[in-house]
């Protein structure tokens, strides 16, 4: 069986995911409640004799809204290639926007995201890998990547690494973890840099999603940084 169009509208996910009997609950519940727009276009699928799906499709403005511990994003494209259990997306964006309300305070905003992801479903597990991905906008310049295993009633089990480069020291309390982080520590931080810039720094992250920050030492997280002429505002006058 093939299908092909030039174009449809991601809306229809949401209006078809219930009468999907391959999707398992949880599933069908991601895909509804994250209220998917945007478009596919040059969509091209086929099924096998036995079931089995190839599908590529070009994806276009794309947005997802956030889901439970899950980020959303708008403004996503790219192209999306699937063969039976792997797929890939090749992320292509321009003024890309990140929403994670379980861990941003604001909305991320990037003028710049590239790179891609690769998803295998192994037994009852899926592998999402990112190889790397080059993140921009005018305050940091990073690279991502990250190994992530999804299991069914389990949280993500993540291994992250990001390198960044060249941030304004005053923009830094902008993509602090707050959410998740000691109110305390957010307030300090949030008026501790005035002047300078990080010159190069990396954070590494190892442990289940749910977990994160690890109080419970469970997981790992970790950030150094380079700074070049900080001016540091240790205790309010």
Same mark, same amino acid.
């Given at each position: 069986?093939?299908?092909?169009?030039?174009?449809?509208?991601?809306? =229809?996910?949401?209006? !078809?995911?219930? =009468?999907?009997?391959?999707?398992?609950?949880?599933?069908?519940?991601?895909?509804?409640?994250?209220?998917?727009?945007?478009?596919?276009?040059? &969509?091209?699928?086929?099924i096998?004799?036995?079931?089995?799906?190839?599908?590529?499709?070009d994806?276009?403005?794309?947005?997802?809204?956030?889901?439970?511990? !899950?980020?959303?994003?708008?403004?996503?494209?790219?192209?999306?290639?699937?063969?039976?259990?792997?797929?890939?997306?090749?992320?292509?964006?321009?003024?890309?926007?990140?929403?994670?309300?379980?861990?941003?305070?604001?909305?991320?905003?990037?003028?710049? &995201?590239?790179?891609?992801? =690769?998803?295998?479903? =192994?037994?009852?597990?899926?592998?999402?890998?990112?190889?790397?991905?080059?993140?921009?906008?005018?305050?940091?310049?990073?690279?991502?990547? #990250?190994?992530?295993?999804?299991?069914?009633?389990?949280?993500?089990?993540?291994s992250?690494?990001?390198? #960044?480069?060249?941030?304004?020291?005053?923009?830094? @309390? @902008?993509?602090?973890? @707050?959410?998740?982080?000691?109110?305390?520590?957010?307030?300090?931080?949030?008026?501790?840099?005035?002047?300078?810039?990080?010159?190069?720094?990396?954070?590494?992250?190892?442990?289940?999603?749910?977990?994160?920050p690890?109080?419970?030492?469970h997981?790992?997280?970790?950030?150094?940084?380079?700074?070049?002429?900080?001016?540091?505002?240790?205790?309010?006058?």
């Open positions: 069986t093939v299908f092909q169009t030039n174009s449809l509208p991601l809306t =229809l996910l949401q209006r !078809y995911a219930p =009468l999907l009997p391959s999707l398992h609950t949880k599933q069908q519940e991601l895909i509804t409640q994250t209220e998917p727009a945007g478009r596919l276009n040059a &969509v091209h699928v086929e096998g004799d036995e079931g089995k799906i190839r599908a590529t499709a994806i276009e403005d794309a947005q997802f809204l956030p889901w439970k511990r !899950y980020p959303g994003v708008s403004g996503l494209n790219g192209h999306f290639v699937m063969n039976g259990s792997a797929a890939e997306f090749v992320v292509d964006s321009q003024d890309l926007v990140m929403t994670w309300p379980h861990v941003f305070r604001q909305p991320l905003a990037m003028e710049r &995201v590239s790179g891609s992801v =690769l998803m295998n479903k =192994l037994h009852e597990q899926w592998r999402i890998t990112l190889n790397p991905l080059e993140i921009a906008n005018k305050d940091i310049q990073a690279t991502l990547s #990250f190994d992530s295993w999804i299991a069914s009633g389990e949280s993500p089990l993540l992250l690494q990001a390198q #960044f480069k060249n941030i304004p020291a005053a923009a830094v @309390a @902008a993509y602090l973890p @707050a959410n998740v982080m000691k109110q305390t520590a957010v307030r300090w931080l949030d008026n501790a840099f005035s002047d300078g810039r990080i010159v190069t720094g990396r954070a590494l992250l190892h442990g289940r999603l749910a977990e994160f690890f109080r419970q030492r997981g790992h997280f970790e950030v150094e940084f380079d700074s070049e002429d900080v001016t540091l505002n240790y205790q309010d006058k």
